[in-house]
C-alpha cells in the first residue's frame, strides 16, 4: 500500500505552530473570564480619503484586559521571565529556532513581493514624473499604494506566525470621526499616532492599528540606507530626519505638517531610540510640533511587551505575540487635542496618557522627566 505525500505546506504550518508553542516555556495559567471583555473588530480600515472599509486577510482580534495578564497592573513574573529557547549568534545578535523559520519566511515575502513590487512603483512613478500631466501624481497622490503593499506583506509574513498583537481602545479611533447634525458619520479624521519603543515590534504593531489607512512614519535618516527597508522608506513617502542637522529637521517639520493637512495620519516613537529596559523614556518635542501646527489630534499608544517578543540582542522575533505568555497588546488611548495647549502640556499630557496605560515593568520610573529637548 503507498503512503500518500504529505503536503508540504502543511509540514510548514505544522513546524510554526509547534516551535511557536514550544519555544517559550512560561507555565499555563487557568484563564479568567471577565465581564469587561468584549470582542473587538481588529481589521483595517480605508483612508481617510479613502473608500470603503477593507477587512483583514486573518481573524478579527479579540480584545484583552487585565485577565491576560497584559496590563491593568497585573503581571505575573513567570510570564516575563521568558525562556527562548537554544539560540545561535550572528554578530551582535541572537537567532532562535522561532525566528529562524519567521526570519525565511518574512524574507522569502521580502525579496518576492514587497521589495519589487516597491522597485516597479518607484519606478513607475520616477517615469511619470518625467511625462505631462504626471499620471502617478493623479492616481495615487498621497502615496498610498507603498502603504497597502507594506501591510499586505506584513499580513503574509506576521498572520502565520501570531505575531499580530490584541489590539484594545480601537473605540476612542471613532472619537475622529466627523458627525453632521443628522448624525451621519463621516470619515475619520487625520491624527498623529504616538507610542512607546522598546523593539523592532512596534513598528509592524503600530501598522496593525492603522491597517489599510494611509499613514506616514517619522523615522531616522540612517534607515535609509538600510537594504529594501530603506528603497521602502523613500518611495511610500515617509518622513525622514537627521537629528544633528536642522535643515533635514526643518525639512521633516514641513513634510509632516503636509502630510497631516493632506489627510494622512503620521506614527511617531517620540522616545528618539528604543528603550533598553522596556521601561518608557523622555519624549522629544518635535513631532508634537507638526500636530498643532496641522490642528491633529495625538492618538495615544500604550504597546505591551513588544521587547518580551523581539528582544534587543534578537535579529528576529524569539516567539509568538498571541500563542504564548506574555501576550503583546496596544492599548489605544483618546485622541488627545492639540489647541490652545503649548508645546509641554501637550508633550506631558500624551506622556502621562501612554505611562499610564502601560504595565508596572514598563512604566518609567519616578525621576524620568516627561520631556527632553
Not at 529557547?85 to 537567532?95: F, N, Q, S, T, Y
Not at 499620471?135 to 501591510?151: L, N, S, T, W
Not at 506622556?351 to 520610573?365: G, Y
Request: charged share 25%; aromatic share 10%; hydrophobic share 40%.
Amino acid at each position: 500500500m503507498k503512503m500518500k505525500c504529505f503536503p508540504p505546506f502543511l509540514l510548514v504550518a505544522i513546524c510554526c505552530w509547534v516551535c511557536a508553542q514550544g519555544l517559550s516555556f512560561a507555565p499555563p495559567r487557568q484563564l479568567v473570564t471577565s465581564p469587561h471583555m468584549q470582542p473587538t473588530g481588529d481589521c483595517g480600515r480605508s483612508s481617510p480619503r479613502g473608500g470603503a472599509r477593507v477587512t483583514g486577510l486573518f481573524t478579527a482580534s479579540i480584545s484583552a484586559d487585565a485577565t491576560f495578564g497584559n496590563g491593568g497592573g497585573l503581571e505575573n513574573s513567570d510570564d516575563l521571565n521568558v525562556k527562548y529557547g537554544p539560540a545561535i549568534k550572528l554578530g551582535k545578535l541572537k537567532i532562535n529556532l522561532f525566528g529562524a523559520l519567521f526570519g525565511a519566511w518574512e524574507i522569502f515575502w521580502g525579496i518576492f513581493y514587497w521589495y519589487p513590487a516597491m522597485t516597479l512603483y518607484g519606478l513607475v512613478r520616477s517615469i511619470s514624473s518625467k511625462l505631462p500631466g504626471d499620471f502617478m501624481q493623479k492616481i495615487d497622490p498621497y502615496r498610498r499604494v507603498p502603504i497597502c503593499v507594506a501591510y499586505c506583506w506584513g499580513l503574509l509574513s506576521m498572520g502565520l506566525f501570531g505575531l499580530w498583537p490584541i489590539v484594545e481602545g480601537r473605540e476612542n479611533l471613532e472619537l475622529l470621526r466627523d458627525i453632521d447634525e443628522n448624525g451621519k458619520r463621516g470619515k475619520l479624521k487625520p491624527a498623529m499616532f504616538v507610542a512607546n519603543h522598546c523593539s523592532w515590534m512596534d513598528i509592524p504593531y503600530v501598522c496593525r492599528v492603522l491597517g489599510f489607512r494611509n499613514c506616514k512614519m517619522i523615522a531616522k535618516a540612517e534607515l535609509l540606507k538600510v537594504p529594501i527597508l530603506g528603497r521602502a522608506l523613500g518611495v511610500a513617502g515617509h518622513v525622514t530626519l537627521d537629528r544633528a542637522d536642522r535643515r533635514s529637521q526643518m525639512r521633516a517639520y514641513k513634510e509632516g505638517v503636509e502630510w497631516l493637512k493632506d489627510g494622512v495620519n503620521l506614527v511617531t516613537f517620540p522616545e528618539g531610540t528604543r528603550s533598553k529596559d522596556g521601561r518608557m523614556k523622555s519624549f522629544k518635542k518635535g513631532a508634537f510640533k507638526m500636530a498643532q501646527t496641522a490642528g491633529a489630534p495625538v492618538v495615544p499608544m500604550s504597546i505591551h511587551y513588544a521587547d518580551k517578543v523581539q528582544p534587543l540582542d534578537y535579529a528576529f522575533p524569539a516567539k509568538s505575540s498571541r500563542w504564548s505568555r506574555p501576550k503583546a497588546l496596544i492599548k489605544i488611548g483618546k485622541p488627545i487635542p492639540t489647541g490652545d495647549k503649548s508645546d509641554d502640556m501637550l508633550l506631558g499630557e500624551v506622556w502621562r496618557a501612554i505611562a499610564d496605560a502601560l504595565p508596572d515593568s514598563q512604566k518609567p520610573t519616578k525621576d524620568t522627566p516627561e520631556g527632553v529637548k
